[in-house]
Structure formats: C-alpha cells, structure tokens
C-alpha cells in the first residue's frame, strides 16, 4: 500500500456550506468568489505602467 502525502484539506469529506434564506454557496466558492473579486478591485485601482519617454 503507497503512502501519499496528506494535503491542508481533507477532501474525502462533505463541504461546508453557508445558508442565507434561499441562498446556499460552499465556503470553497465563496471565498474564490471573493478572490476573484480582489484581483479586479486591484487591476482598476492599480495604475498601468508607463513606458519610457514616449513620442
């Protein structure tokens, strides 16, 4: 029998869910939402690059 590695998170398991009324969301899509949500704030907020002296 191989020994594997264990991982940060037990995936033989059921997820976790969050309840909201009607709404159900796994914490897993949830905080990848939120993520995702990040990274765009920050690609508007950020400034582009300047390049050099441009003509």
């Known amino acids: 029998?191989?020994?594997f590695a264990r991982g940060?998170?037990?995936l033989n398991t059921t997820g976790?869910?969050?309840h909201w009324g009607v709404i159900q969301i796994s914490?897993?899509?949830l905080v990848?939402?939120?993520l995702m949500?990040?990274?765009f704030a920050l690609a508007i907020a950020l400034p582009f690059p300047?390049?050099?002296d441009r003509r």
Do not use: F, K, T, W
Request: glycine letters at 10%.
């Open 1 to 3: 029998m191989a020994v």
């Open 8 to 10: 940060p998170v037990d």
């Open 16 to 18: 976790h869910y969050l």
């Open 27 to 29: 914490v897993a899509n």
């Open 32 to 34: 990848v939402i939120l």
């Open 37 to 39: 949500l990040l990274v």
């Open 50 to 52: 300047r390049g050099g």
